[in-house]
């Protein structure tokens, strides 16, 4: 579904603020799989997400999506193919418009076919329809300006948003930072319901090293802008914090340096 070859992005080059970011980074993700991605501050974590969605072109490499090589595509037309969520809950929505007109503004981005005078009945009880499953309470609220809503119930919508109809790929980063621990939880519990229930491939970066290990299938750590470890199956099931804190320690030959990052 998703391959990424060799890839590299060097910021500012030949210059004194010279970052390598990616350094010959590859990851393949088949249809479906879920992967979460952990890392130091500076790993190049969101520098990945950023390559995948077209915010730049790479230095080197490729990326492949289904089998379409979008390395030099524009980011607003692999928009129709990735969806993504921003740390911060501001983003991804237009506040000064209501609940209905945000999610009408997303289905028709998306739809392929859609009516020239805009969303029918039909378009408009499907929206309200999968509000709803939210368990917000939302769809009671379709003409509530999204700028009232609250950081979690924010987060919720762009979620929706970026999934009515179902992306290719999806790209979660640190989607959940911003907002307090209990509402966190609940968002992750919608996440991890509306991928599975579309079958959609999905990237997460987190900095909570326990949801990296029960979200999804897959856990990558990545160093310097390479992955230093990839654990999916039974290793994954029995792999604990203190464990992949080890891991890290080991392969980074260093301590795992990240103010932000929730071990327990």
């Not at 999916?232 to 804190?245: A, F, I, K, S, Y």
């Amino acid at each position: 579904m998703l391959t990424l070859k060799s890839i590299s992005k060097t910021f500012n080059p030949h210059t004194v603020n010279e970052k390598k970011a990616l350094d010959r980074f590859s990851l393949h993700l088949d249809p479906g799989e879920f992967v979460t991605v952990i890392g130091s501050n500076g790993a190049g974590k969101s520098t990945v997400m950023n390559a995948v969605a077209g915010v730049f072109l790479v230095d080197a490499g490729q990326i492949l999506l289904d089998g379409e090589d979008i390395t030099f595509m524009k980011d607003y037309r692999r928009a129709r193919q990735i969806g993504r969520l921003f740390q911060d809950p501001l983003s991804g929505t237009a506040p000064s418009m209501t609940i209905e007109e945000n999610l009408s503004l997303a289905y028709l981005r998306t739809a392929e076919h859609v009516s020239p005078f805009g969303l029918s009945a039909k378009d408009r009880a499907y929206l309200r329809e999968r509000l709803a499953a939210l368990g917000l309470g939302l769809e009671d609220r379709l003409s509530t300006r999204v700028g009232l809503l609250s950081g979690g119930q924010r987060q919720a919508l762009t979620l929706l948003m970026a999934t009515l109809i179902p992306p290719k790929v999806l790209l979660l980063d640190e989607h959940t930072a911003a907002l307090d621990p209990a509402t966190a939880e609940k968002v992750l519990a919608l996440t991890r319901r509306i991928v599975a229930e579309n079958h959609i491939t999905c990237m997460m970066i987190t900095h909570n090293m326990r949801s990296s290990l029960e979200m999804g299938t897959r856990t990558i750590m990545m160093d310097a802008g390479r992955i230093i470890l990839d654990i999916t199956g039974e290793e994954r099931r029995r792999m604990t914090v203190p464990g992949l804190l080890e891991r890290f320690r080991a392969a980074a030959e260093r301590e795992l340096d990240n103010d932000r990052m929730m071990l327990d």
